[in-house]
T-cell receptor, first 110, second 114 residues
Framework: DAKTTQPNSMESNEEEPVHLPCNHSTISGTDYIHWYRQLPSQGPEYVIHGLTSNVNNRMASLAIAEDRKSSTLILHRATLRDAAVYYCILRYGGSEKLVFGKGMKLTVNP | NAGVTQTPKFRILKIGQSMTLQCTQDMNHNYMYWYRQDPGMGLKLIYYSVGAGITDKGEVPNGYNVSRSTTEDFPLRLELAAPSQTSVYFC?????????????FGSGTRLTVV
């Protein structure tokens, strides 16, 4: 499985936008970029995914670099509830599996 | 819809005991998964199933067994519990969203082996 690299942690302020980076320099053409988040004492939660084009949903936006070697999860207006561990994951299009790394802890300051 | 339901939420086992972690989903998803998460780490895949009667090993299957007799249920069996199996266990099922599968997870079972 192709690997992703994320910072160990980031801090943001409430009601400000947050840009969470992810590098995936060995991504292949059939790898989907997925983001999940895990709130304390809960199971992971699907956030968003994309292949080549930028994606928006009610939770976040995903900006994918033109060469697909990096992506950025954008939370447009951070709230305290967004404090979580965020996982950037590459999922091979033909695979049934999702492989998690250690993720990145986001702290949101009031 | 209840989503993915796991029972029990907490359990303490003695070394050598056995138990079954229950997982059920009411979304008619074919794909189901079991993961474990050790403190400060990401999730590791134990077993998965692509439909009733079909299961396959994940990254860390040793010490565990699974069965999938129905679409709804995917129990995880621990035989001869060991301290190394102390972890939080998550069950998940996958759903189609747009162009790929997303996963929905249960709330987890926290298992301690003493």
């Amino acid at each position: 499985d192709a690997k992703t690299t994320q910072p160990n942690s980031m801090e943001s302020n409430e009601e400000e936008p947050v840009h969470l980076p992810c590098n995936h320099s060995t991504i292949s053409g059939t790898d989907y970029i997925h983001w999940y988040r895990q709130l304390p004492s809960q199971g992971p939660e699907y956030v968003i995914h994309g292949l080549t084009s930028n994606v928006n949903n009610r939770m976040a936006s995903l900006a994918i670099a033109e060469d697909r070697k990096s992506s950025t999860l954008i939370l447009h207006r951070a709230t305290l509830r967004d404090a979580a561990v965020y996982y950037c994951i590459l999922r091979y299009g033909g695979s049934e599996k999702l492989v998690f790394g250690k993720g990145m802890k986001l702290t949101v300051n009031p | 819809n209840a989503g993915v339901t796991q029972t029990p939420k907490f359990r303490i086992l003695k070394i050598g005991q056995s138990m079954t972690l229950q997982c059920t989903q009411d979304m008619n998803h074919n794909y189901m998964y079991w993961y474990r998460q050790d403190p400060g780490m990401g999730l590791k895949l134990i077993y998965y199933s692509v439909g009733a009667g079909i299961t396959d090993k994940g990254e860390v299957p040793n010490g565990y067994n699974v069965s999938r007799s129905t679409t709804e249920d995917f129990p995880l069996r621990l035989e001869l519990a060991a301290p190394s199996q102390t972890s939080v266990y998550f069950c998940a099922s996958s759903f189609w969203v747009g162009s790929d599968y997303g996963y929905t997870f249960g709330s987890g079972t926290r298992l301690t082996v003493v």
